[in-house]
């Protein structure tokens, strides 16, 4: 899944009548890497006289991506979704069932590319981190994630509605840490809670529903 077959398949013809003895493996692994970076794994073996054993994966979407694209003044823009790999590279397809989501905040311009890197690695497993660790702090499902870009921060939606807000520009381990400790101290979730706020250094607010 997740992998263009058809322009795969071009490079490798040109394999087609060359010397299998001076056909080179790596030189023809390393092109591939190069035209398609969402290939993770590649094996290549030859299997003489003349034929080549060929096994391509791809690393498997960590996360459902939403965005929205800018249809012109006075109109709605569209929406859309797909995937993330591990990389930040979007993708068309993937597991169906996976609840998680990503919803980035800033309007595109088109559609994502197969294999654009539409948020950028560090940023994406940050994201992934603290959404684990906010689940283990909360005992709270986190369902959603919104990536606000310009601002650089990140709202965490847990699944009974609490919004989380922390700041990606600072660490995010102090201010989880933080939480931590007050809910130590303080019941915070005896009621509903509409949001908590972690981005101010030293502080946190918190809204009862």
Known sequence: MNIRYESVSGVLNYTKG???????????????????PELKEIQIEKHYPYMLDVSLKTAPAVSKWKYSVGA?????PVLGEGFVNESGMFFPNGD??????????????????????????????????????????????IISAQYL??????????KNGTIFWLFMNAPL??????????????????????????????????KPS
């Open 18 to 36: 060359q010397n299998m003895f001076l056909l080179s493996i790596p030189f023809l692994i390393e092109e591939l890497h190069i035209r398609f």
């Open 72 to 76: 012109g003044e006075g109109v709605p």
């Open 96 to 141: 169906a069932k996976m609840a998680f989501f990503i919803e980035e905040t800033v309007q595109r311009e088109k559609v994502p590319e197969f294999s654009e890197v539409v948020i950028a690695p560090e940023r994406l497993h940050d994201i992934l981190w603290a959404k684990s660790e906010l689940q283990g702090i909360t005992g709270q499902e």
């Open 149 to 158: 870009r310009r601002a650089q921060e990140v709202h965490f939606m847990a």
């Open 173 to 206: 381990t102090d201010q989880l840490e933080k939480l931590k400790r007050v809910l130590l101290e303080v019941n915070i979730f005896a009621k509903k809670v509409e949001y908590i706020d972690l981005r101010i250094s030293g502080k946190l607010i918190y």
